[in-house]
Nanobody
Framework: QVQLVESGGGLVQPGGSLRLSCAAS????????MSWYRQAPGKERELVAA????????NYADSVKGRFTVSRDNAKNTVYLQMNSLKVEDTAVYYC????????WGQGTQVTVSS
């Protein structure tokens, strides 16, 4: 059974940092493109960042370029999202996604940026 478990969310002040982790099990992690999505209240889920299976090219939403960094450790079956210079508008539930022949989602972790 495939599981994606996110952690690292929480409450942070504007300008602060958080690092999200997503631990995967039940799949051949290195085969999968790993992505982070987010969904704010009343908005559609949007792609934040993605990293290819070989930790090569990475894609970022324009709104997070220069502030967020996605990385992966295939030995630990884990993908990370380092979020710096957080803004109030980054507040959302952040979801981990694994995509290859199938598409899997984690349960999400709440990130709240507020003073």
């Amino acid at each position: 059974q495939v599981q994606l478990v996110e952690s690292g969310g929480g409450l942070v002040q504007p300008g602060g940092s958080l690092r999200l982790s997503c631990a995967a099990s039940g799949l051949t992690f290195s085969d999968y493109v790993m992505s982070w999505y987010r969904q704010a209240p009343g908005k559609e889920r949007e792609l934040v960042a993605a990293i290819t299976s070989a930790a090569g090219p990475r894609n970022y939403a324009d709104s997070v370029k220069g502030r967020f960094t996605v990385s992966r450790d295939n030995a630990k079956n884990t993908v990370y999202l380092q979020m710096n210079s957080l803004k109030v508008e980054d507040t959302a539930v952040y979801y981990c996604n694994a995509q290859h022949r199938e598409d899997y989602w984690g349960q999400g972790t709440q990130v709240t940026v507020s003073s």
